[in-house]
């Protein structure tokens, strides 16, 4: 069995929910190798991400886990048995890891939530937008590098572009709608496209305006994916040391309640379109 060199989110994330699906039924490393028959070295590698694991396995270790969620155990089935060659694969060792687990996750979610305070989501965003983000975040890269990024990002929008698109919904605050990323033309065609896509059935976008009473804001932008199933969703968050893939249990629910929250606070999908196309008014 050829071990991986570097594991997918997606294959990492099956690896981590077998791993927790052990440590809850109490059971070892070396009594889950037992009870399937192999060495405690291929529990290891399958539990670390670096060795696949086939669909009679998983489920021989699911139900020697005593798991009864038949929900999560075909989603873990179906992430095993995944030979999906996306497109982002084109961008190995020319991108950062990051990038390409992003779009993987985007592929296969059942739903895409995204909250931002400073700038237009990145499936929103119009090719004169990123372009002008990315040259300015990444002053120092060559223009090719730029244009990689670019490219990547507006591959990304499929997923809310297709015939078969991903529900979608954004919480954008005032400000980041405001902040001209690019000049003014740029600005107004980003608001356009902003509302072209807010019309779609599959996407909602409210806006939290600057005059919101006792607003204290959501600590920073936040990308939430949705799984098969609850339990297999995740929270991507960026910081000042890289990104963060979110999926602990407890972190998901505090996450699905922030956005209901931030919802809640928000202009309905009426009142919001209204309010850009004021903003878009005043440029």
Known sequence: MALRREPTARQMRLATELRRLRDAAGITG??????????????????????????????????????????????????????????????????????????????????????????????????????????????EFPQSEVDLRVEHRMKRKAIIEHSDPTPYEAVIH????RIRVGDRSATRAQLARILALSEADHVSVRVIPFDLDEFAGAGGAMVYVGGPVPRLDTVVRDGPHGTALIDATAQLSRFRTLFRRLEGVSLDPKGSRDFIHTLAKEL
Not at 174 to 177: G, I, V
């Open 30 to 139: 070396r009594e889950a190798a037992a009870a399937l028959g192999v060495s405690s070295a291929q529990i290891s590698q399958i539990e670390t991400g670096l060795a696949g694991v086939s669909e009679k396995r998983l489920r021989h270790l699911a139900a020697n886990y005593a798991c009864s969620d038949t929900a999560l155990i075909d989603a873990l089935v179906a992430m095993a048995t995944d030979r999906t060659r996306g497109w982002w694969e084109e961008y190995q060792e020319r991108l950062p890891t990051p990038y390409l687990d992003l779009a993987e996750l985007e592929h296969h979610a059942s739903h895409r939530w995204d909250v931002d305070f400073l700038h237009v989501p990145g499936l929103l965003q119009t090719e004169a937008y990123a372009r002008a983000l990315f040259s300015y975040v990444n002053a």
């Open 174 to 177: 005032e400000a980041a709608l």
